[in-house]
């Protein structure tokens, strides 16, 4: 449940969302942020099949919706289908709207026929998105009558907080290290950066046979160190505060927490040209977010670096409407909307239990 907070604003009757996220476990995660920013009159639950389908609440709010009917095993991801067609039914009989955050254009792993199936049915029962930035397109399949609002990524810079300077050179990369995020690229590039005085730093979880392609290279190049796990969060915020560039190379990039995590402790970026990430390059202020055309190149990381010491920044990345309590009440408001247009006669009545 959301904690209380005395600067909450209520909005109304205690509402409750059923989430398609698991609890919070200790790290920092995006279900983290939104159960905190959350008002006090907003009550969470987290995701099991049990709960979905059995019990009482008001809203169901889905967040990377392909995770819900995924499984290795293919028996197991057919009962989750099945699972989710049924829990369909149920919110159209109960009258539970659906909410959809937008975090992705599509899954960065393609999925069975069957599952994209089952995910449009979903998307054309969804009575309100959020999308994360103003140029993340709709589904095919939503529904003309859903609500559209954009409600950005939070900052983290209440949650991390680091004193410490940047070293000179050392250039990072982190995150959960899997292929379409372009590491095989970068320390090839970093590779015929003949400069002595550079670091390239790797911290993250590696799948998909990444970690024995980053440990061949350290044993190419002495400048190349890593960090081949997933990382609490104050070695995380150690390691982003020691860089002096984060380079994310994404051969597809929409919405990235990892960049808000660099801007929120105040350390430029390279990532790939991208609409969302000109907004973004807008919105924060000049050289905080830099960007490159087509396939990075060691002109391009040659040339960020120089650029960056040759115009430092006097102010910090402009982040402002980012903070969770904000997020939280805009969210909020997306709720209640969706339950009054699925309820409209019982959204108003003050006194009103949750469905249960």
Do not use: C
């Not at 994360?132 to 907080?161: C, D, K, M, Q």
């Not at 790939?272 to 050289?287: F, I, K, Q, R």
């Amino acid at each position: 449940m959301a904690p209380s907070s005395p600067t909450s604003p209520r909005t109304g009757r205690p509402l409750t969302v059923q989430l398609s996220l698991s609890p919070p476990d200790g790290t920092t995660r995006y279900v983290d942020q939104v159960v905190e920013g959350a008002p006090t009159d907003v009550a969470f639950r987290f995701f099991s099949w049990r709960a979905a389908l059995f019990g009482g609440y008001d809203v169901f709010h889905v967040h990377w919706p392909e995770f819900l009917v995924r499984d290795p095993q293919p028996v197991k991801a057919f009962l989750q289908r099945l699972s989710l067609r049924v829990l369909l039914l149920l919110l159209r009989v109960r009258r539970v709207p659906i909410v959809r955050t937008l975090h992705n254009l599509r899954p960065h792993e393609s999925g069975h026929v069957a599952e994209t199936r089952v995910l449009d049915a979903l998307d054309r029962r969804t009575a309100a998105f959020i999308k994360l930035n103003p140029t993340t397109p709709l589904p095919p399949s939503a529904s003309n009558s859903a609500e559209v609002v954009t409600i950005p990524h939070g900052h983290y810079r209440g949650r991390f907080r680091s004193d410490a300077q940047p070293v000179p050179g050392r250039i990072l990369h982190f995150g959960l290290i899997r292929r379409y995020k372009g590491v095989e690229t970068l320390l090839g590039v970093f590779r015929s950066l003949e400069d002595p005085g550079l670091q390239l730093r790797i911290v993250g979880r590696p799948s998909d046979g990444l970690g024995e392609v980053i440990e061949r290279e350290q044993a190419y190049d002495a400048r190349v160190s890593s960090v081949l796990r997933f990382v609490q969060d104050a070695e995380l915020v150690d390691e982003v505060g020691h860089a002096e560039l984060v380079v994310l190379p994404y051969r597809e990039m929409h919405n990235s927490g990892a960049i808000l995590v660099a801007l929120s402790l105040n350390r430029p970026v390279l990532v790939p040209s991208s609409p969302a990430n000109a907004v973004l390059a807008e919105e924060v202020g000049p050289g905080w977010v830099h960007q490159y055309e087509g396939e990075l190149t060691t002109e391009i990381l040659g040339g960020t670096l120089d650029d960056l010491r040759a115009r430092p920044r006097t102010e910090p990345p402009r982040l402002d409407g980012r903070d969770w309590m904000t997020i939280g009440a805009a969210t909020s408001g997306v709720y209640r909307r969706a339950l009054a247009r699925s309820r409209p006669a019982r959204a108003d009545a003050a006194a009103l239990e949750p469905v249960r």
